[in-house]
C-alpha cells in the first residue's frame, strides 16, 4: 500500500500504523509496557526478538510481529 | 476382656518427602512425582487448590498469542507464581519441527526457562505425535541448551532414539491426549522403561483416574502428568489429591518389589501342624 503508512500482521491481525513505528511503538499501542512485560516474547517473522533488542527493533512493511505469553495448557 | 488397638506408627506410612526418594529434570530436582496441565480447570481458585492438592512441582502452560482485544486478564503466572511450582511451557498446537523450536524459542524468552515440554503432533484426531518432525525437533533444541521433556508414543525405538538424542526426559502415552483411555499397551510401556535405565520416563496422556496413575509407577516410570483427569473430574480439587496418594502407592509398591505373577495358588499359611493331619 503507498498511503505512506506502516503496514504490519500483528498475531495474525492486519495493523496500520504511523510510518516509522518500531516494535516498542507497537506494544505500547497494545498497552504492553515494555519495562514490565514479563512472561511476554516476542517475534519478528519467525525470529525471536530478545527483550534488551526490543528498543532497537525497526519494523518495515509486511512484517509479522508475534506477541505470546502464557496460558492454560496441558 | 478389653481389647485396645495399638495406632499405626506414622513410619513407614508414607515414602514420599521423608525418605529422600528424588527425581531430576535436567538437573531440577523434585520430590513429587506428579506433573500437571493446567489447562481447562473451572476458575482460577479451582486450580490454585487443585495444584496444591497434587503437591506438585512442576505444571505446564502453553504458549498463545497476546489478546489484543483485552490485555488486562488475570495472568496464568501471577497465580501460579504462587506456589512453590516451577513452569514447564509446552509446544502444543505444533505439527512441524519449525513450529515447535520457534514456540520454544519464544517461551524460553517469555518463562526465563530451558525447560521445555516438546510436543509435534501429526494429526488432529488422534493428536499423536508426528515421530519424523518431533526427533527433528528434539535434535535441534537439546543442540541449543534446552533441557527437552519430549511427549511421545509408546514405541520404544522412538523413546530410546529421543533418549540418545540427549533429551532430559522422555514422556511416552497411556493413549491419546484427553482420552481417559488409562494404559492401553502397557507392555510397551514396560518394555521402555526397561530398554532405557539412564533418562527419567514419564507417562504422559490417557491417565483417567487414579488407578492408571498407580500402574504407570508401579511400572517404575519416574513420575505421570495428568491434566484432563483432573480439570474435567467432577471434583477436581479431590482427583487431584486422589492421584497424589495414587502416585505415592505405585511409587512405594514399586520400591517394594511386587511378587511374581504365577498360575496356581500357593498357600500363604505352612501347611504343617493343621488340624487333623
Known sequence: ?74 | MEVTKKEHSENGTVVEEKCGDFWNVGGLELKSRLLLGSSGFPNPRVMMEALAGAGTQLVTVAIRRVNLKDTSEDSLLEIISRLPVDILPNTAGCYTAKEAVLVAELAREALETNLIKLEVIGDDDTLLPDVDQLLRAAKTLVDSGFTVCAYSNDDPITCRKLADIGCAVVMPLASPIGSGMGLVNPYNLQIIREMITDTPLVVDAGIGTASDATRAMELGYDAVLINTAITKAKHPVQMAVAMRNAVLAGRSAFLAGRIPRRFYAQASSPMEGRVGS
Open chain 1, 1 to 74: 500500500m503507498s498511503d505512506g503508512r506502516l503496514h504490519i500482521t500483528v498475531n495474525g491481525e492486519e495493523k496500520s500504523y504511523e510510518s516509522g513505528t518500531d516494535l516498542v511503538g507497537v506494544l505500547r499501542s497494545l498497552e504492553i509496557d515494555p519495562a514490565i512485560s514479563a512472561g511476554v516474547a516476542v517475534a519478528v517473522n519467525d525470529t525471536v526478538i530478545r527483550r534488551q533488542a526490543w528498543t532497537h527493533c525497526r519494523l518495515a512493511p509486511g512484517d509479522s510481529v508475534e506477541i505470546v505469553t502464557a496460558q492454560q495448557g496441558g
